[in-house]
Nanobody, 121 residues
Framework: QVQLVNSGGGLVQAGGSLRLSCAAS????????MAWYRQGPGNQRELVAALPSVGITNYAESVKGRFTIARDNAKNTVYLQMNSLKPEDTAVYYC???????????????WGQGTQVTVSS
C-alpha cells in the first residue's frame, strides 16, 4: 500500500506561482509513473502532468511552458511547480501513483487527498 499526502495549495493572484508537493509513504515509488490531476468547478478530472520513471514527461496543452513536474526520489516526493497561474487553473489538484491500464484507459492505483488551488483575477 502507498499513501500520498498532498500539500502546498492556496490562494494566489493571477500571474503568481505555487508549488505543490506529494509525499509518498508505504513503499518506494521511484520506479512508478507519478502524475498530477485536477478537477475544477463543474469540470471532469483532467490530467495535468505525468512523470514516468523513464521516458517522456507529458503535460496538458493548457499548462505547457508554465507548469513543471519533478520528483525527488530520495524524499519519495513529487512536485508540481506552477508559474504564471491563471484563474482557469483554479481546481482541486490530486497527485497519483502507479499507473496501470484498466482495459480502456490509463488509471492510477493510489491517489492523494487533493489540495485546493484558487487563482484570483
Amino acid at each position: 500500500q502507498v499513501q500520498l499526502v498532498n500539500s502546498g495549495g492556496g490562494l494566489v493572484q493571477a500571474g503568481g506561482s505555487l508549488r505543490l508537493s506529494c509525499a509518498a509513504s508505504g513503499r518506494d515509488v521511484s520506479g512508478t509513473t507519478m502524475a498530477w490531476y485536477r478537477q475544477g468547478p463543474g469540470n471532469q478530472r483532467e490530467l495535468v502532468a505525468a512523470l514516468p520513471s523513464v521516458g517522456i514527461t507529458n503535460y496538458a496543452e493548457s499548462v505547457k511552458g508554465r507548469f513543471t513536474i519533478a520528483r525527488d526520489n530520495a524524499k519519495n516526493t513529487v512536485y508540481l511547480q506552477m508559474n504564471s497561474l491563471k484563474p482557469e487553473d483554479t481546481a482541486v489538484y490530486y497527485c497519483a501513483a502507479e499507473r496501470f491500464w484498466n482495459g480502456r484507459s490509463f488509471d492510477y492505483r493510489y491517489w492523494g487527498q487533493g489540495t485546493q488551488v484558487t487563482v484570483s483575477s
